[in-house]
C-alpha cells in the first residue's frame, strides 16, 4: 500500500440519479452505435471533444456492470499510471472506454470521484441523508475521533462486503480475518501531510467511507441500490461519504 493522500473534490461530471440509463443521443438510434466512443475503440482518436463527450454521456444501461472490460485489467498500464497519480491523456482516454477493477490497494482518492452520484437537479427531490439519534451516539460510540465508524463497518460486513475491510483478502472472498487492516490505511490518510494541510476536518468513519467509495467494491453496491430507490441499505455509507466529501470541499 504506498502512503499519501489525494483526495480531489471538484466533481465535474455527474451521474445523475434521474437519468439512469443511456444518455448519449447515438446510442439511442436504431443502430444503437456511437461513433464517438468506436472511433477513440477502434481508431484511437483520443482528443479533448471526444473525452468530454464520453465523460458527459452514459454509453450504457448500468455504465459500471456493462462497459466493456479492460482485457489487461488491474496489471493495464493506463491503469497503473493513473493509480500512482498520473494524468496523461491518452491513460484517461482509456480508462472511459473499458471497466478497470476498482480494488486499488495504493487507494488514491482522486480518479474514481468523477463517477460519484449524486442528484443535481431540484434539492427538493433530494433524499434527505440520514440523520443519527441518540440512540444510535450510544450503541455505536460515537467520539470525536472515530464518529460513526462502528456503524459504517458494521453496514459494510452485514451487507457481504466484508473482504473490502480487508487487505489481505480480494474482492467477494469469504475472508476469515476480523482485525478490519484496511484501516490502517485510513490511519495514514488521516496523518497525511495533505490532511494536515487542510485542518484535519475528517473523523476516521469519514475517511474510510472515501476509501470504500473510491477503492472498494461496495462503492459499485451503493450506486446501484440508490439508483433503485434504495437508500436504507446503505444509510452510513453514504451519510460518512456526504460529510466526508462536504468537509474536504469547504476546507479545500
Request: glycine share 6%; aromatic share 10%; proline share 4%.
Amino acid at each position: 500500500v504506498k502512503k499519501g493522500l489525494k483526495v480531489i473534490v471538484d466533481v465535474t461530471h455527474h451521474h445523475k440519479i434521474k437519468d439512469v440509463g443511456i444518455t448519449c443521443a447515438y446510442m439511442k438510434k436504431d443502430d444503437g452505435v456511437c461513433p464517438i466512443y468506436a472511433a477513440m475503440q477502434q481508431e484511437y482518436e483520443f482528443t479533448p471533444d471526444n473525452l468530454a463527450h464520453l465523460e458527459q454521456y452514459t454509453h450504457f444501461e448500468d455504465e459500471v456492470g456493462d462497459k466493456p472490460q479492460c482485457r489487461y485489467q488491474d496489471e493495464c498500464k493506463s491503469f497503473k499510471r493513473l493509480e500512482s497519480g498520473g494524468n496523461r491523456f491518452d491513460d484517461r482516454c482509456h480508462i472511459t472506454l473499458y471497466r478497470h477493477p476498482p480494488r486499488a490497494r495504493n487507494l488514491n482518492l482522486a480518479d474514481n470521484m468523477h463517477a460519484f452520484v449524486m442528484n443535481t437537479g431540484d434539492k427538493k427531490q433530494n433524499h434527505s441523508i440520514y440523520r443519527p439519534t441518540s440512540d444510535d451516539e450510544k450503541k455505536y460510540g460515537w467520539n470525536k475521533k472515530d464518529g460513526y465508524l462502528a456503524a459504517l463497518i458494521e453496514e459494510v460486513i452485514r451487507n457481504g462486503f466484508k473482504s473490502d475491510l480487508c487487505l489481505k483478502c480480494g474482492p467477494n472472498e469469504q475472508c476469515p480475518h476480523n482485525e478490519n487492516s484496511l484501516l490502517t490505511v485510513v490511519d495514514e490518510k488521516m496523518k497525511h501531510i495533505r490532511h494536515q494541510m487542510v485542518g484535519c476536518p475528517l473523523s476516521r468513519d469519514l475517511m474510510l467511507a472515501l476509501v470504500l467509495y473510491t477503492g472498494c467494491e461496495c462503492n459499485y453496491d451503493l450506486c446501484r441500490t440508490q439508483r433503485n430507490g434504495d437508500y436504507h441499505k446503505w444509510k452510513w455509507f453514504d451519510y460518512c461519504l456526504y460529510w466526508g466529501i462536504s468537509w474536504l470541499s469547504a476546507r479545500e
